[in-house]
């Protein structure tokens, strides 16, 4: 069975839709603990499916995770649950060191107590933001040396080391993927892209951090989640592959294509007060994946982008239950009785 950590997050849901399609017959165990960012509701097309249990948890309680190892029978684990907002780790790093490091560790532990020797795999997913900031030129690579900014980055960071060490010191079958910023359905509209859809499409201000010329590297929810696939499938024990779509763009280029879109005036765009500590640049090398695995981005950007916006458009009644937090009726509605 494939224990899927943060399954009704943004790409930890993405990936369980992936998988159905792929893997029609693998046995899934979504655990996610519903935090602000768990939406049960990014699954609701998959309701009925035999084959995928949910079960709501602590990935940080130790007592819990155990139980779990003992009493389901667990032989592969993609690890997505985390906290993963950095303006969030900027107002209340602790929850960060919480889950996204002690959760990681307490994981690994009950994996490693009930795996024999040559049984079992991990796919830690973190994030290019380890590397920490680019200059205007570069690339991230699997050994460009860690140096995260912000509490969120170096929990991940610290994460990351931590499934290293495991490897190194005990034989865990770990392997570590890092990607760079994802978009795509499903993101929670604190991100900048579905922030950036929704408020411009209610005529409000969009708020644009510092300069608005930060760069990220932007890849399509769906490239992420088959780099992870292969990783898992055929990643070697030990190393780190990052996932990154060769796609820079600013901030405000992002901003301005959303407007063109939908027809918005660029007038609603307000410079604000940078992020502390906002990291300029990410940009990733891929190549160690795309030739040792075969992965490659496929999803145009443009293409992408275009049909991101059109799902947010199509879908305002999801947007408009996770704004008032009507979705967290579900889980009460569909478990409330078990
Ligand atoms: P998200 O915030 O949308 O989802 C996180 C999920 O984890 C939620 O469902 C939440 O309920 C769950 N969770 C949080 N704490 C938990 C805990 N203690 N126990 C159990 N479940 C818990 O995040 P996302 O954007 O889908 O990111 C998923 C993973 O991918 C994270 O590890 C993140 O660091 C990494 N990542 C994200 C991006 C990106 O662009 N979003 C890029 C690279 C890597
Ligand atoms: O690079 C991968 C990372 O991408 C993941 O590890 C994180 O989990 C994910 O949240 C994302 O981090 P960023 O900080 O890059 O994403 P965010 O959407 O918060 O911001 C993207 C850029 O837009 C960043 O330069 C900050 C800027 N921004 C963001 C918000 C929310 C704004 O200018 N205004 C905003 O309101």
Redesign the pocket.
Known sequence: MLLVTGGCGFIGSNFIHLLRRERPDLEILNLDLLTYAGNLENLAALEGDEKLQFVKGDIADSRFVENLFETKDIDQIVHFA?E????RSILGPGIFIRSNIQGTQVLLEAARKNWSEGEGRFVMV????VYGSLGPTGLFREDTPLDPS?P??AS?ASADLICQSYFRTFGFPVVNTR????YGPYQFP????P??ILRAGRDES?????D?L????WIHVEDHCRGILAVLDGGELGKVYNIGSDNERT?IE??RLILDNLGKSEDLIEF?KD?PG??RR?AMDSTFIEQSLGWRPEVDFSEGIAATIKWYRDNPEWLERVISGAYKEYYSRQYGSK
């Open positions: 985390a993963s907002h950095v303006d973190s994030t290019d933001e912000s969120y980055s991940k990607c760079s910023n994802n604190e991100k900048l892209i922030l950036i969009l708020p644009v951090y510092g608005g930060n760069i990220r590297d901030n992002i901003i604000v992020r906002h990291d990410y």
